[in-house]
């Protein structure tokens, strides 16, 4: 699957609020420079004034690239043991990106294996933020990568956004659960569970 040339979403795209972004990047495509590709299937909004955000308290080290421009990536490091991907959104300084929560793996199945040696199936490589950040080897040295021409792009083939995505409230936070802003595929089974 040679996408990662020439398909990678325009930085413009994504300059637009959170809760607006997230569901049009559902069916687009996350890929990494050495081949390994899943098609977008659940996301979730954080928003600069959203207490659940990373960017709530305002501009610190960890998450500087969240308030930086439009079609970046912003990766933390949560629970002592996992990194998370997230597509920076919206203005430069507003602080807000889409979550990235899994991933339907479409090619370089076997190195996403080799990254996740524990996952018992294919259902279970990308199926939430902390795996698929592993499946795809992102860690904290691509924080911050313009993916529109860094080593990790989220790329359009041409499917489009299901026309009716599922909507729930946001699963593992604690603050601001009413709010629905998670999106996912209908019945994809890739899909992570709550």
């Known amino acids: 699957m040679d996408l990662f040339e020439g398909n990678a979403l325009p930085g413009n ?17 996350l890929a990494t420079a050495d081949g390994r590709v899943g098609r977008i299937v659940e996301v979730e909004a954080y928003a600069g004034d959203d207490p659940a955000s990373h960017a709530f308290r305002g501009r610190t080290a960890r998450n500087a690239a969240m308030f930086g421009p439009a079609g970046h990536l912003y ?46 199936s294919e259902r279970d490589l990308c199926s939430g933020p902390a795996k698929l950040a592993q499946a795809l080897g992102i ?11 860094g080593a990790v792009r989220i790329l359009g083939d041409g499917v489009p956004p299901p026309g009716d995505p599922v909507v729930t409230p946001r699963i593992g936070i604690t603050k601001a659960t009413e709010l629905p802003w998670r999106w996912y595929v209908p019945g994809n089974p890739h899909v992570s569970r709550p």
């Open 13 to 29: 795209f994504y300059r637009r609020p959170a809760d607006l972004l997230a569901p049009l990047l559902l069916n687009k495509l």
């Open 75 to 120: 990766v933390y490091f949560t629970y002592g043991m996992h990194w998370c991907a997230n597509a920076v959104c919206g203005q430069e300084g507003e602080g807000t990106a889409v979550l990235l929560r899994a991933l339907e793996p479409l090619a370089g199945q076997e190195r996403m294996r080799q990254a996740r040696p524990r996952a018992r």
């Open 139 to 149: 860690t904290g040295t691509l924080d911050g990568v313009d993916l529109a021409s």
